[in-house]
Antibody, heavy 118, light 107 residues
Framework: QVQLQESGPGLMKPSETLSLTCSVS????????WGWIRQPPGKGLEWIGF???????TYNPSLDSRVTISVDTSKNQFSLKVNSVTSADMAVYYC????????????WGQGTMVTVSS | DIQMTQSPSSVSASVGDRVTITCRAS??????LAWYQQKPGKAPKLLIY???RLQIGVPSRFSGSGSGTDFTLTISSLQPEDFATYYC?????????FGQGTKVEIK
């Protein structure tokens, strides 16, 4: 079955760039959309953005200026970068497959906690 | 941007109860509405997509209804494993937005 696994540093300092990777197994990156979602401790879910296997992206306008999502089809992975992190970026970050025709995320990674602290 | 209003924020219920959660969109989203269940420390799990379509493997006690701006998730007979937080999510073109969540607690 399809499995997603996030990886990246768990601890960051303010103003650094957060980099996370999502490795996909059990399915090809194409022809799906892939997304990132985050959840601050004790709070709700926030959609960050999507990437299509072709590299086309869409971002949440509230994060657009600081976020970049990229895809590496040869490695069956996609990645997230968030510039200039602050404590407001501290959250569990999830990667997920976006089933665009159904408007929903049908497969999720387990999530990875990112802490921002000086 | 679209706004989602989910209610109630929490509900206390007993095993066997019928539970209803609502989600209202700030403008018409047709049937582009999904529901998720999230348990503590776990990733969300897709329950319903396209407002009323049950995801494969989800028990039939879960159902979704609505279209346009008003949507409902119903659990017909609450089971012990259903105590969790539930989120709606709208797909408004390529702006996907989640509701604030509803925590279903044991009464």
């Amino acid at each position: 079955q399809v499995q997603l696994q996030e990886s990246g540093p768990g601890l960051m300092k303010p103003s650094e760039t957060l980099s996370l990777t999502c490795s996909v197994s059990g399915a090809s990156i194409s022809p799906y959309y892939w997304g990132w979602i985050r959840q601050p401790p004790g709070k709700g879910l926030e959609w960050i953005g999507f990437i299509y296997y072709t590299g086309s992206t869409t971002y949440n306008p509230s994060l657009d200026s600081r976020v970049t999502i990229s895809v590496d089809t040869s490695k069956n992975q996609f990645s997230l970068k968030v510039n200039s992190v602050t404590s407001a970026d501290m959250a569990v970050y999830y990667c997920a497959r976006a089933y665009a025709n159904r408007g929903s995320f049908d497969v999720w990674g387990q999530g990875t906690m990112v802490t921002v602290s000086s | 941007d679209i706004q989602m209003t989910q209610s109630p924020s929490s509900v206390s219920a007993s095993v066997g109860d019928r539970v209803t959660i609502t989600c209202r969109a700030s403008h018409d989203v047709s049937s582009w509405l999904a529901w998720y269940q999230q348990k503590p420390g776990k990733a969300p799990k897709l329950l319903i997509y396209s407002a009323s379509r049950l995801q494969i493997g989800v028990p039939s006690r879960f159902s979704g209804s609505g279209s346009g701006t008003d949507f409902t998730l119903t659990i017909s007979s609450l089971q012990p494993e259903d105590f969790a937080t539930y989120y709606c999510q709208v797909a408004d073109r390529f702006r996907w937005t989640f509701g604030q969540g509803t925590k279903v607690e044991i009464k």
